[in-house]
């Protein structure tokens, strides 16, 4: 029977992009509704549909009974579940997939547009404007007010953020709470609501709905709070009392109400907050960006491909009856721990600073391996960079701590050559990459040389954040040591040498298209990985100290290229980039070395502006950006709809990373960390404490 499939959210339906494309090639009967639809509605429908993919519609024990047998997933596309009788579909054993972490920037942006709007008069000053009416009304800033956050959530959190560039005082309430992120940002703890809704300027609801949070805001607690209070609701409108809102706004009690959600959607025409003044209300769209929706979208429609392929999902918001026995026996997907990234921040500073690094060097190190972990590059995370520092770095002198980077002579606008002096590499590839961005502005394309480098980790992680930002970026690195036995050849002359591009693709299809490369097989980074976790190596990648092929990780000791002689050529490229630049002979480097020789890498990194290269003759009158979608498209249709575009992974790994709301770290990586907490004094980290996620 084909499987049938009820999708009702409607901003996933208008908005064009992947999730789409994805749907379709599930080759499911989807039948589309305009949610949010109430109970009425769905009882009509239910019955007929093995899943939902639904929105903020009324799934009720009414509408469950009545969907079954046939009924067997639920993947809401969003965060909110409360219009799901959750415990009921639990006990008959659906599953309900959900999207933790993918729009709380764009809802916390929308709770400052709705704050601003409101303390400026903005709105109200436009319409009169337009009416032509030129009304000067005057305001208030919102800079040393208090703010008020109930719920410090992830949307919490990421209004508390923005609140601090606009100077706002900040304190929460929250049942749960977190104090690492209260003291890093110097958020006050309210210890009752009553305490927070009686000493705020403006409150902030971003807590989730259910029966402690109803009504929360009332006549009586109304009464107890700030006059002129600024209210602004982008969780739920059964949160506060409609009614009640309104009296206050009416009598001046409370200044102003924004709020992006009503207690019914569509509200009907007469709803008592349509009079008030100082109120604003838009239609339930605080996670409704281009951006916000392709992420919520590929994440709810992945939950119920997962479900359907009886794989695991991304995130999941309840807990079946023997589920929690599988997650610890399941073979499917691997156990991570979560680890927040401040924690994880501060122990790779520690780590670089007790190496005696500065802070900016321990800082940007540690940001970069916070982006390799999130990015799901468990071959050079923090432990690999760490492991790499120890072995050729700042203790054998191959890494200077503090290094200033010297500006070479250069007679070309468009490219910069560097002396690193054996600093950093993360700190000099974060500036180089920066530079070559800022040259691209000016010049179409930049490029930057450096020599005298020591290792930048992953080149992947520069190409990325500079295709965000919707460039075209290269960067390639020698490698600390020659490994790999060239086609043909004998003995190891060459590095895993890396290539990393990024294309500012994901208008697109949702992320760059990101080609990370290193040339040999398998990276020596991938071999203390297997070592660590006991598994074996991929045929045909390594061999042992006698030149002979093996699988076991603990032997091998030089790397294969892949490709035959154009993995060999790709190789070759590094150390011919290299050499130009000023590169040491790849067998001596990283090695100690005769007076007049060098032993150390170098860096090469390129970017490119996309209008640089537009010729601007498009078929069919496309813009350069859809003619990049068509020419994706035209790649992975035609049956190919299923193709893994080089990115996806990574991607891949940020959603669960995000859907985590941490790092995550296998057992074995918990443990390596525990040794680089030794190493500088802190304690390590306790994995029974540490949440697990599974992917
Ligand atoms: N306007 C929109 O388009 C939109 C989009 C996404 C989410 N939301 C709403 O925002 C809410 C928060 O989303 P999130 O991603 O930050 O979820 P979250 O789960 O990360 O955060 C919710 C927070 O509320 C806290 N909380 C629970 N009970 C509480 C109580 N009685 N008092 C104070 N805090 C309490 C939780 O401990 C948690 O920290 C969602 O539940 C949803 O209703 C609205």
């Known amino acids: 029977m084909t499987t049938r499939i009820l999708l009702t959210t409607t901003s996933y339906q208008d908005t064009p992009g992947t999730h789409l494309d994805l749907l379709e090639s599930k080759g499911w009967e989807v039948v589309r509704e305009r949610g949010p639809l109430s109970e009425e509605q769905m009882l009509a429908l239910a019955g007929e549909f093995d899943g939902f993919l639904c929105g903020d519609d009324a799934i009720t024990r009414a509408v469950i009974d009545k969907s079954l047998p046939r009924l067997k997933w639920i993947s809401k596309y969003g965060i909110g579940i409360d219009k799901i009788d959750k415990a009921y579909a639990t006990s008959k054993g659906i599953p309900i997939g959900f999207c933790p972490g993918v729009n709380h920037t764009t809802v916390a942006e929308h709770t400052f547009g709705l704050m601003i709007a409101l303390t400026r008069k903005i709105v109200e000053v436009a319409n009169h404007t337009c009416q032509g009416d030129w009304k000067r009304l005057t305001g208030n800033e919102i800079m040393g007010k208090r703010l008020g956050v109930v719920g410090m959530g992830r949307i919490g959190k990421a209004v508390i953020e923005r609140a601090i560039a606009f100077g706002m005082e900040r304190c929460a309430f929250d049942v749960c709470w977190d104090q690492e992120f209260a003291s890093k940002h110097a958020v006050t703890r309210c210890e009752t609501i009553e305490e927070l809704l009686s000493s705020c300027d403006i409150i902030s609801l971003n807590c989730v709905l259910d029966e402690s949070t109803v009504n929360l805001v009332n006549k009586q607690t109304i009464s107890s709070m700030r006059d002129g209070v600024i209210i602004i609701n982008c969780a739920r409108g059964e949160i506060v009392n409609s009614q009640d809102i309104a009296e206050a706004l009416h009598s001046g009690k409370i200044g102003g109400y924004g709020a992006d959600v009503l207690e019914v959607e569509p509200p009907p025409s007469n709803h008592v907050l349509f009079s008030t003044p100082n109120t604003i209300?838009?239609?339930?769209?605080?996670?409704?960006?281009?951006?916000?929706?392709?992420?919520?979208?590929?994440?709810?429609?992945?939950?119920?491909?997962?479900?359907?392929?009886?794989?695991?999902?991304?995130?999941?918001?309840?807990?079946?009856?023997?589920?929690?026995?599988?997650?610890?026996?399941?073979?499917?997907?691997?156990?991570?721990?979560?680890?927040?990234?401040?924690?994880?921040?501060?122990?790779?500073?520690?780590?670089?600073?007790?190496?005696?690094?500065?802070?900016?060097?321990?800082?940007?190190?540690?940001?970069?391996?916070?982006?390799?972990?999130?990015?799901?590059?468990?071959?050079?995370?923090?432990?690999?960079?760490?492991?790499?520092?120890?072995?050729?770095?700042?203790?054998?002198?191959?890494?200077?701590?503090?290094?200033?980077?010297?500006?070479?002579?250069?007679?070309?606008?468009?490219?910069?050559?560097?002396?690193?002096?054996?600093?950093?590499?993360?700190?000099?590839?974060?500036?180089?990459?920066?530079?070559?961005?800022?040259?691209?502005?000016?010049?179409?394309?930049?490029?930057?040389?450096?020599?005298?480098?020591?290792?930048?980790?992953?080149?992947?992680?520069?190409?990325?954040?500079?295709?965000?930002?919707?460039?075209?970026?290269?960067?390639?690195?020698?490698?600390?040591?020659?490994?790999?036995?060239?086609?043909?050849?004998?003995?190891?002359?060459?590095?895993?040498?890396?290539?990393?591009?990024?294309?500012?693709?994901?208008?697109?299809?949702?992320?760059?298209?990101?080609?990370?490369?290193?040339?040999?097989?398998?990276?020596?980074?991938?071999?203390?990985?297997?070592?660590?976790?006991?598994?074996?190596?991929?045929p045909g990648a390594a061999v042992d100290a006698h030149g002979n092929p093996t699988t076991d990780a603990a032997q091998a000791v030089s790397l294969l290229p892949f490709g035959a002689h154009k993995g060999y050529g790709l190789s070759l490229i590094n150390e011919l980039i290299a050499a130009l630049i000023g590169g040491s002979l790849p067998t001596l480097r990283s090695r100690q070395v005769e007076p007049g020789e060098k032993s150390s890498t170098n860096f090469y990194f390129q970017v490119i502006h996309p209008e640089a290269m537009n010729a601007g003759l498009f078929a069919d009158g496309r813009s350069q950006a859809d003619n990049v979608k068509a020419v994706i498209q035209d790649i992975l249709g035609h049956g190919n709809e299923n193709c893994l575009l080089p990115g996806q992974i990574e991607a891949n790994a940020a959603n669960q990373t995000a859907a985590a709301n941490g790092l995550l770290f296998t057992e074995a990586e918990i443990r390596s960390f525990g040794e680089i907490a030794h190493e500088c004094g802190r304690p390590a980290w306790d994995l029974d404490a540490l949440r697990t996620f599974r992917c």
């Open 281 to 538: 209300i838009t239609s339930h769209i605080g996670s409704r960006t281009y951006e916000s929706v392709q992420r919520q979208a590929m994440m709810a429609t992945q939950n119920l491909i997962n479900f359907v392929d009886n794989k695991r999902p991304l995130a999941q918001a309840n807990v079946l009856p023997g589920q929690e026995q599988a997650r610890t026996t399941a073979k499917d997907g691997e156990l991570f721990f979560v680890v927040r990234r401040q924690v994880h921040n501060e122990l790779v500073e520690s780590a670089y600073l007790h190496r005696g690094y500065s802070v900016a060097e321990a800082n940007a190190a540690s940001r970069f391996c916070e982006m390799a972990a999130e990015y799901g590059i468990r071959t050079h995370n923090a432990i690999k960079a760490l492991h790499l520092d120890h072995l050729f770095g700042s203790s054998v002198g191959g890494c200077v701590p503090g290094a200033e980077i010297e500006r070479l002579p250069c007679r070309f606008e468009g490219s910069e050559i560097w002396n690193a002096k054996l600093k950093l590499g993360q700190s000099v590839a974060f500036d180089a990459m920066q530079r070559c961005m800022e040259l691209a502005d000016r010049y179409g394309i930049g490029q930057v040389s450096v020599d005298n480098t020591f290792h930048y980790l992953w080149g992947g992680g520069y190409v990325i954040e500079a295709a965000m930002k919707g460039y075209i970026a290269y960067t390639n690195c020698t490698a600390a040591l020659a490994e790999v036995v060239p086609y043909l050849g004998k003995y190891p002359t060459l590095g895993t040498n890396p290539h990393s591009w990024a294309f500012p693709t994901q208008h697109a299809i949702g992320f760059p298209i990101v080609i990370d490369w290193a040339t040999s097989t398998v990276s020596m980074g991938r071999v203390q990985q297997l070592k660590r976790e006991g598994k074996p190596l991929p």
